[in-house]
T-cell receptor, first 114, second 111 residues
Framework: DGGITQSPKYLFRKEGQNVTLSCEQN?????MYWYRQDPGQGLRLIYY???????QKGDIAEGYSVSREKKESFPLTVTSAQKNPTAFYLC?????????????FGDGTRLSIL | EDQVTQSPEALRLQEGESSSLNCSYT??????LFWYRQDPGKGPEFLFT???AGEEKEKERLKATLTKKESFLHITAPKPEDSATYLC????????????FGTGTRLQVFP
């Protein structure tokens, strides 16, 4: 079954710790995205990548980092510089960039502070 | 500034009671408008894309329509399994694929 797999489902971060969220897709999509969802707010774009080895900052990139070494994978690291990391993190992908192809989402990772 | 506003924030319907959800948007140019369904603890599930004013799309009990300023998601004779949060997002014209999301409408359908 083709889709987007995010892991882990739940993650806990200690003070001063970096944590990495995994996102893998087997849809052969070129573009991948990371969003953050907070209660009462719309999804906000953290980073996106339109092609391997290239990525761009979204609206709220501070305190986060990404890499795109393989087409299928787009991991997100939440660094200790992100002072309010508690949120639901969603990864998405779409087949072509520069078009109105829909973005398809994984089932998210919920990050909490210990 | 590009913006999306959804209303109402929450909606309770009895099974079979039809209604509509609203998505108002302000963008300099629209590449596409997207509707998603999100169940608790899950990622959004894609429903429809609308590209131009006057366009309509249907899927089972759902029908989405688009004007130059807003989109409606009409739910006909809803069932309890239609209970979810419905998200609207717009993709502005331009060089990125950025989606701008509204805060969603939480729909509850009770028997």
């Amino acid at each position: 079954d083709g889709g987007i797999t995010q892991s882990p489902k739940y993650l806990f971060r200690k003070e001063g710790q970096n944590v990495t969220l995994s996102c893998e897709q087997n849809l052969n999509h070129d573009a991948m995205y990371w969003y953050r969802q907070d209660p009462g707010q719309g999804l906000r774009l953290i980073y996106y990548s339109q092609i391997v080895n290239d990525f761009q900052k979204g609206d709220i990139a501070e305190g986060y980092s990404v890499s795109r070494e393989k087409k299928e994978s787009f991991p997100l690291t939440v660094t200790s510089a992100q002072k309010n990391p508690t949120a639901f993190y969603l990864c998405a992908s779409s087949s072509r960039t520069g078009t109105n192809q829909p973005q398809h989402f994984g089932d998210g990772t919920r990050l909490s502070i210990l | 500034e590009d913006q999306v506003t959804q209303s109402p924030e929450a909606l309770r319907l009895q099974e079979g009671e039809s209604s509509s959800l609203n998505c108002s948007y302000t963008v300099s140019g629209l590449r596409g408008l997207f509707w998603y369904r999100q169940d608790p603890g899950k990622g959004p599930e894609f429903l429809f894309t609308l590209y131009s004013a006057g366009e309509e799309k249907e899927k089972e009990r759902l029908k989405a329509t688009l004007t130059k300023k807003e989109s409606f998601l009409h739910i006909t004779a809803p069932k309890p399994e239609d209970s979810a949060t419905y998200l609207c997002a717009v993709q502005p014209l331009g060089g990125t694929d950025k989606l701008i999301f509204g805060t969603g409408t939480r729909l509850q359908v009770f028997p």
